[in-house]
């Protein structure tokens, strides 16, 4: 397994702002200790994040405005990062692969698992693990480091993403023992 962690919308307009999820913070204890733990065992830690062009993005018609690019809003939480050796890939739709390089810096990375994390579980998270499920990568989703804005939109998304894209569902704790089992040895 040679899996990156990828975290979706984990920006300040989405915790804090514009946007803002107060079931985000449920998430960010369990999610800095998955990103450390990731960042330890040599796994890459890719933010996807929103980064809009004002007055044009399609989306706005549904959600208004949010996340523009080069604004402090469309920047990650400093609760979370991003930290040297972290990598940053803007995104204009809810799929994190959709008119961005993330494919490109997945297959050069060499990475054959993803570790979806952040927000939605049933909008952005949904829409990544579709484009990820498309392009034959396994998908690991940390059911404590996924949120949406309610609790059911949060569980039947998570049920969606293990029945139609084959998640592996585990907490955040089972994941990095994983990270730690698999990471190569050191010292
Ligand atoms: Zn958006």
Known sequence: MKPAVVVVDMLNDFVHGALKCE???????PLGRLLDGARNAGVPVIFSN????????HEFSIW???AIA???????IPEL?????????????YSGF???D???LLRELGVDTVIL???????CVRHTAADAFYRGYRIVVPTDGVQAFTEEDHKSGLEYLKQVYGAQLIPVSEVLERLAASAPATG
């Open 98 to 100: 959709y008119g961005t």
């Open 70 to 76: 080069g604004t402090p809003g469309a920047q990650v």
């Open 50 to 57: 929103d980064a809009h062009v004002p007055e044009v993005d």
């Open 81 to 93: 990062g991003p930290k040297p050796g972290d990598y940053q890939v803007p995104k204009r739709r």
């Open 102 to 104: 993330l494919e490109m």
């Open 64 to 66: 208004g405005p949010h």
């Open 117 to 123: 994390t952040g927000l939605h579980t049933n909008i």
């Open 23 to 29: 079931r985000a913070r449920q998430i960010l204890e």
